[in-house]
Structures are given as C-alpha cells and as structure tokens.
T-cell receptor, first 112, second 112 residues
C-alpha cells in the first residue's frame, strides 16, 4: 500500500492564480480530510468528506473548494490564490471509529 | 466545542533525560485521545492512542494515560534520544465524522 499520496510536493503561485492539490489513498477509507499547517498554529481543518459525493466545511474553508467523486481521490482547489494561503497542506484519511488518521507527506505552497 | 491545550515549547532536553509533555482537553461525550509525531519535512504519524478512561497507550518507549478526572493525556518517556527530536501533537476525536481536534504541537529538541 502506498497509503496517502499528495502532489505536488512544492508549488509557488502568483496572487490570483488557481491550482488543484491532489490527494489519493489506497486504503479504501471512507473519511478524508484536508488540513493546513501554519507555524505555531497547529493544524486547521479546511474540508472533510465522509464518502464519495459527500463533503463538508471545516474550520477554515474560505478560498478553497473540494470534490469527492471516488473513494480514493479528494482534490483541493484553490481559486484566486492569496498570500494568506501560503502554508503546508496535508491530506489525511481514516477508516472509522477511533481509528488513526493516515497523513500524506504534505504540499508546501507559497503565494507571492 | 472541543479543544486541546498543550505546551508550546520548544522543549530542549539532553539525551537520556526524562520527558513530559502536558496535554489537557475539553470535549463533549467520551473522546478518543491520540499523540501524533511529525518529523522534519514529513506528515504526522500516530504515536499512540487511548480510547477510554484509564487506558494507557504506549509505543517506542512513550506512554500516556487517559485521565478522565483531570481531562489529561500527558506524554512521557523515561530516556529520550536524539532521534526523538520532532513535533508532538496531542489530539482528540469526539462525536461523528471522525473530525480530529489538534493541539498546537510541542517541538522537542534532544541534544547529545
């Protein structure tokens, strides 16, 4: 199993550009999550999904969109990138009740 | 809402010293509690967990006991190594959708 994979690893965007962060898991997990990690701020939940076709907002959803057309994939879309979106983005998945979350290696995004 | 409070750090220890990282929580219902570790440049990975009161989670010499009466889940290790240098996150899951509430993370530096 590859676990949770994310692409790209690094990206630099100009203000106003758009991009999609890719996330794929091969563990057949129903629950998937997107977090952002800012220095000294821990992890903040952006969006989550409890299964294909079902998504919901987390704590900091503004400026982002998601879709979940398959169990495996959960892409995160940034529209009109802003410097405040400079962060490290982590995708995670879990199989259910009290199970650990499995994290991808992260995408480091800089918006200038 | 749910919350997790942990010391911010950084915590600097000499090799073979005793480690304690405090974690307290506020949650509705009966949460499951976790410690995650993040090594430089990587995603988070589960270190240990406890799913009910008085449970002790342990892994790689680390231990934490779920104390419902004090709403705490302190992380301990008897003798730290340089390889333990990382950021440690306390976390809880309570309620539906397996959403995790993370603490801000405590950076540990172990010097030879």
């Amino acid at each position: 199993n590859a676990g949770v994979t994310q692409t790209p690893k690094f990206r630099i965007l100009k203000i106003g550009q758009s991009m999609t962060l890719q996330c794929t898991q091969d563990m057949n997990h129903n629950y998937m999550y997107w977090y952002r990690q800012d220095p000294g701020m821990g992890l903040k939940l952006i969006y989550y999904s409890v299964g294909a076709g079902i998504t919901d907002k987390g704590e900091v959803p503004n400026g982002y969109n998601v879709s979940r057309s398959t169990t495996e994939d959960f892409p995160l879309r940034l529209e009109l990138a802003a410097p405040s979106q400079t962060s490290v983005y982590f995708c995670a998945s879990t199989g259910g009740m009290a199970y650990e979350q499995y994290f991808g290696p992260g995408t480091r995004l800089t918006v200038t | 809402g749910n919350s997790v409070t942990q010391m911010e750090g950084p915590v600097t220890l000499s090799e073979e010293a005793f480690l304690t990282i405090n974690c307290t929580y506020t949650a509705t219902g009966y949460p499951s509690l976790f410690w995650y570790v993040q090594y430089p440049g990587e995603g988070l990975q589960l270190l240990l967990k406890a799913t009910k009161a008085d449970d002790k989670g342990s892994n790689k010499g680390f231990e934490a006991t779920y104390r419902k009466e004090t709403t705490s889940f302190h992380l301990e290790k008897g003798s730290v190594q340089v390889s333990d240098s990382a950021v440690y996150f306390c976390a809880l899951v309570s309620g539906g959708y397996q959403k995790v509430t993370f603490g801000i993370g405590t950076k540990l530096q172990v010097i030879p």
